[in-house]
């Protein structure tokens, strides 16, 4: 399959450490946030998604954290497995709009056994 | 089909023929958009629609660019007199509808112009 993210940051982390991924988004009128895990030949997959009425949420494994005052989105990966080992982007946009995404650099993470 | 389902998964073709990619978006699915993503890049947005309208085809690079969903499911990307700059993977997104709803995306059409 295709290769996602060949010049792309990386982060490497220990099997079972937690991850945290970054993301500066550009939009001020953005107010809904998603992350997407890209792996190889593979198109997008949502994670989680926040609006920006919240600063944190919750799902299986995963935590997004906002920060609207620096425009800052992160992802939180409790227990990184080698599974999660993926392109990870995240993607703004304005429920005010026509909801196309804009998306992020990505970033890709390798989970070292 | 469970997911957003895109034909054909590999397109190789040489400068100047037009090209078709097709997308089948999740059932019910009323809003659908096309992107296009190079290698090692964020999807980029091309073209929206609400169920069959095309609300936003801002992302369109050029007039050789076009797109329907007449039906407000099956939507088809056409390119004319396609150039080598063309060359992408093209991805389709639905989702539920327009408001809150995260897009779901297909695993796209990678188009090679010779």
């Not at chain 1, 001020?28 to 198109?43: C, V």
């Amino acid at each position: 399959g295709e290769s996602v993210g060949l010049h792309l940051p990386t982060l490497s982390v220990q099997e079972g450490d937690n991850s945290i991924i970054n993301c500066a988004y550009s939009n001020s009128a953005s107010d809904y946030f998603i992350w997407y895990k890209q792996e190889s030949g593979k198109g997008p997959q949502f994670i989680i998604d926040i609006r920006s009425n919240m600063d944190k949420r919750q799902g299986q494994r995963v935590t997004v954290l906002l920060n609207k005052t620096v425009k800052h989105l992160s992802l939180q990966i409790a227990a990184t497995q080698p599974g999660d080992s993926a392109v990870y982007f995240c993607a703004e946009t304005s429920t005010s709009g026509t909801y196309k995404y804009i998306f992020g650099t990505g970033t890709r993470l390798k989970v070292l056994a | 089909g469970a997911g957003v389902s895109q034909s054909p998964r590999y397109k190789v073709t040489k400068r100047g023929q037009d090209v078709a990619l097709r997308c089948d978006p999740i059932s019910g699915h009323v809003s659908l958009y096309w992107y296009r993503q190079a290698l090692g890049q964020g999807p980029e947005f091309l073209t929206y629609f609400n169920y069959e309208a095309q609300q936003d085809k801002s992302g369109l690079p050029n007039d050789r660019f076009s797109a329907e969903r007449p039906e407000g499911s099956i939507s088809t990307l056409t390119i004319q007199r396609t150039e080598q700059r063309d060359s992408a993977m093209y991805r389709c997104a639905s989702s539920l509808e327009q408001n809150n709803q995260p897009q779901h995306f297909g695993d796209g059409t990678r188009l090679s112009i010779l």
